[in-house]
């Protein structure tokens, strides 16, 4: 009787073979992750959390599940140990400067520091063009101010410079074209007599406003200020620096001021 035709055997290597090729490499890439572990650079590793916690933060405060594994390992029923787990990553920042209220204080320290040092640099050129009698400055935290007198600077309810103004608003606009990329402001003020015999203005508001043009007018055209960085308005009789009722008074509330504003006053 004939032999069968013995059956050719399955080509390739056996079924078994490439599980236990997938095993091996599985432990190979786990003794390497666990070398790699054993060996890493401490510094490197914060900055690689440091990353993270910007880029995927989901607690308050910046915390999230990298570090120690406290929150993940316990599960979410230990939530109440959130305080003490963002303590642990180093997250947090000191109570006293993250408060809202401290913040804005310490703003607020260095917007009056920038206002100081420009006002102490005004100052030194109003003493040297000698017109410490003509101009008052002070400051705040948002600008310098110049106040001229409106008696030096108008005649009585017109909105014409006299002679005697023209040379102190020189020496006011080569102050303020050392500081031309700042936000410069002219405010005219009055006191609070009605205009009743004027033929030219109607109220206060009128006054007010045209005399803080014409200063703008004349500073534009002696200086080489950028009329864009020049603002100018009239608030009439509604911010009086002193007392209507005497004639001392009024005389202090006709008024031009003149702000520079600091580059942190957000102008």
Same mark, same amino acid.
């Given at each position: 009787? %004939?032999? @069968?035709? $013995? &059956?050719? *055997? ?7 073979? =490439?599980?236990?090729?997938?095993? !091996? ?83 607020? %320290?260095? @917007?009056? $520091? &920038?206002? *100081? ?7 030194? =050129?109003?003493?040297?063009?000698? !017109? ?130 600091n580059s942190l006053s957000g102008y």
């Amino acid at each position: 009787m %004939a032999k @069968k035709k $013995q &059956e050719d *055997a399955p080509a390739g290597s056996p079924a078994w073979m =490439a599980t236990f090729s997938d095993l !091996m490499n599985l432990l190979l890439c786990f003794f390497v992750l666990l070398f790699s572990m054993s060996t890493v650079d401490a510094k490197k590793f914060e900055e690689v959390a440091a990353s993270f916690s910007q880029t995927f933060s989901v607690f308050t405060a910046g915390a999230l599940s990298i570090g120690d594994g406290m929150l993940v390992s316990n599960g979410v029923s230990q939530l109440n140990q959130l305080d003490e787990y963002i303590n642990s990553t180093g997250k947090t920042t000191d109570e006293e400067e993250s408060d809202p209220e401290n913040i804005l204080q310490a703003v607020e %320290a260095q @917007k009056l $520091q &920038e206002s *100081a040092e420009l006002a102490e640099k005004v100052s030194e =050129a109003i003493n040297e063009a000698g !017109m410490d009698d003509l101009i008052e400055m002070s400051y705040t935290s948002q600008y310098v101010q110049l106040t001229l007198n409106g008696a030096l600077l108008f005649e009585s309810a017109s909105a014409d410079l006299s002679e005697d103004a023209k040379p102190v608003l020189d020496h006011v606009g080569v102050i303020l074209e050392r500081y031309s990329e700042s936000i410069i402001e002219i405010e005219g003020h009055t006191d609070s007599v009605p205009l009743n015999n004027s033929k030219e203005f109607l109220s206060n508001n009128e006054l007010s406003d045209a005399r803080a043009l014409s200063v703008f007018y004349y500073l534009i055209g002696v200086t080489n200020l950028d009329p864009a960085y020049v603002k100018h308005s009239g608030r009439g009789e509604y911010c009086p620096i002193a007392d209507n009722a005497t004639p001392e008074g009024r005389a202090l509330n006709r008024r031009v001021e003149i702000k520079i504003y600091n580059s942190l006053s957000g102008y």
